[in-house]
């Protein structure tokens, strides 16, 4: 294949004609695929529900004597407490459990900090005359959703191989009114990117000016590798402690992607001073979450070893996926050298940066061709990408044969968007 830069107008010509057609074809099939988010597949869920029957009796419902069918133990099971510290690299005690989905406990810290304040906080910060928060992108939509609900101002970060420009970041937090900073550290949506060593350690010795600056970690993909073995992971929080900023770090995870994605739990991580100041508020909100559901995890995930074995398993269903995106990619799309993506080896997307000015006209394309994908924009802040190029690409909930028609339909249409731009149409 001859790239689009080197091809004469008569040549560009004929490629969008042949694409034109190819994309017909694709309309003619009546496709209805969903590629909008990183949803678990069929095969994936059904190879956990084993976990629907670990508590089978009344005596199974005990950890040690407390009985997880009652009230109490508000910031979670012992054992949950305990799981989540082995698979993160913590303390028990610095762990508070919560239910299904980290988002909603990330949502209730921001929520908290506007209505009362963090523990060092001067002021709610519905009481400050501007809040803003710093975000990574690309990154998670949800992140930035939730900064846009609460009115803060979102200034964009740039992401570097190795994670947020941290220059950029050491500069910005000068600004007493910069509050927080949201980030996935590893395997970051969408890039995949595992943030540096030298990059972690500038995070924990960042000197914000706001005194109660919060550092969002979002470690959802902490043990989420596809190819490979399990890459360790700094624990953020001592380092944190160490460099004098304990209290600075709130980081969640959960079992979204390990069990179930819409009945798993979560946590959050934090100084034993943090976790003791928001189990006095949630103690407002809630008895506790349930508990039913932190035991019948623990139970059958056991520990760190036994889930990274399990892992092992949804990677044997995630690898060939990941594999047939990339492959059709190198194929159709590298010779062509209108865009560059990323190659990960572990989280949930692939991050596409197509021929600028072209993202949303090629998603449009797929969307008639019936095939839905993650929103133009969606990776930046306010929905904006500055450069209309960058598209997350989601594998993992379509079977194979499903993907592949579906990635047929997005090389299409990213050839043709970009032909388009070149030839003025």
């Known amino acids: 294949m001859t790239p689009y830069s080197c091809m004469t107008t008569e040549e560009l010509n004929t490629a969008y004609n042949q694409t034109k057609a190819d994309f017909d074809t694709c309309i003619a099939k009546g496709l209805k695929l969903n590629m909008a988010r990183g949803k678990p597949s069929k095969k994936q869920l059904d190879m956990v529900s084993d976990l629907l029957t670990v508590l089978s009796k009344p005596e199974d419902c005990f950890d040690g004597d407390i009985d997880a069918r009652n009230y109490g133990e508000l910031a979670g099971l012992p054992c949950a407490r305990e799981y989540w510290a082995d698979v993160l690299g913590c303390k028990a005690e610095q762990v508070f459990v919560g239910g299904a989905a980290s988002l909603n406990m990330m949502f209730d810290v921001v929520s908290r900090a506007f209505t009362h304040g963090l523990l060092h906080s001067p002021r709610p910060w519905c009481k400050e005359e501007k809040v803003k928060f710093l975000c990574p992108a690309p990154g998670y939509d949800r992140h930035f959703a939730i900064g846009e609900f609460f009115g803060a101002e979102l200034i964009t970060v740039p992401m570097t191989p190795t994670g947020p420009d941290m220059d950029m970041v050491e500069e910005l937090v000068k600004d007493p009114q910069v509050k927080m900073l949201w980030c996935v550290p590893k395997y970051s949506n969408p890039d995949g990117i595992i943030f540096s060593d030298e990059t972690i350690q500038r995070f924990a010795n960042l000197k914000p000016a706001a005194p109660d600056f919060a550092l969002i970690w979002d470690n959802a993909y902490s043990i989420h590798e596809f190819f490979g073995d399990y890459v360790p992971f700094p624990d953020i929080l001592e380092l944190c402690e160490k460099a004098g900023n304990p209290d600075m770090v709130f980081e969640f995870a959960s079992t979204s992607k390990i069990t179930f994605a819409g009945g798993g739990i979560s946590c959050m991580a934090a100084s034993t001073a943090n976790i003791d100041y928001f189990t006095g508020i949630f103690g407002v909100q809630m008895i506790s979450y349930d508990k039913v559901n932190q035991l019948r995890h623990v ?110 339909v997005f090389c299409t249409c990213i050839k043709l968007a970009a032909l388009e731009k070149l030839l003025n149409k």
């Open 299 to 408: 139970r059958f995930l056991k520990n760190k070893a036994h889930t990274l074995e399990i892992m092992k398993g949804h990677a044997s269903l995630m690898a060939p996926k990941f594999r047939l995106v990339l492959d059709m990619l190198d194929e159709e799309i590298a010779p062509l050298g209108f865009a560059n993506w990323n190659k990960p080896s572990g989280g949930y997307f692939i991050s596409l940066n197509t021929m600028n000015g072209t993202a949303k006209r090629a998603l449009e394309l797929c969307k008639q061709a019936g095939v839905i994908m993650t929103k133009a924009g969606a990776t930046f802040p306010y929905g904006i990408d500055p450069n209309d190029s960058n598209i997350r690409i989601a594998p993992s909930l379509p079977p194979l044969d499903e993907l592949k028609q579906a990635m047929e």
